[in-house]
């Protein structure tokens, strides 16, 4: 009886799948910046919506409207989109 083993070596990518992979990145890397532009822009828009509050006697944070929103992510992404939800609520909290 043997007791050979068989190892597999990882193969590079034969180069069109390179070149696709290549392609997709530069994309995400693309759409991660507009991304961030617009979690910047979300932030921007949050302190202008909290300053108001503010100033005419209410509260900064309005806990039903983040209810709302989180609701609105796990219901379009799913349990990651609450936290994603969480992490945006939280980048736009608190600059005032």
């Known amino acids: 009886m043997s007791t050979e083993t068989t190892t597999t070596v990882p193969t590079a990518p034969v180069p069109e799948a ?18 961030i532009g617009l979690v910047q822009e979300r932030m921007a828009v949050s302190a202008v919506i909290q300053r108001e509050r503010i100033a005419s006697g209410g509260r900064r944070v309005n806990l039903s ?19 994603l939800a969480m992490t945006l609520l939280e980048l736009s909290r608190g600059r005032i």
């Open 18 to 35: 390179a070149g696709v992979i290549a392609d997709a990145r530069s994309r995400i890397d693309d759409l991660d910046g507009r991304i």
């Open 65 to 83: 409207r983040e209810m709302e929103i989180l609701a609105h992510y796990r219901d379009q992404l799913g349990k990651p989109g609450t936290a």
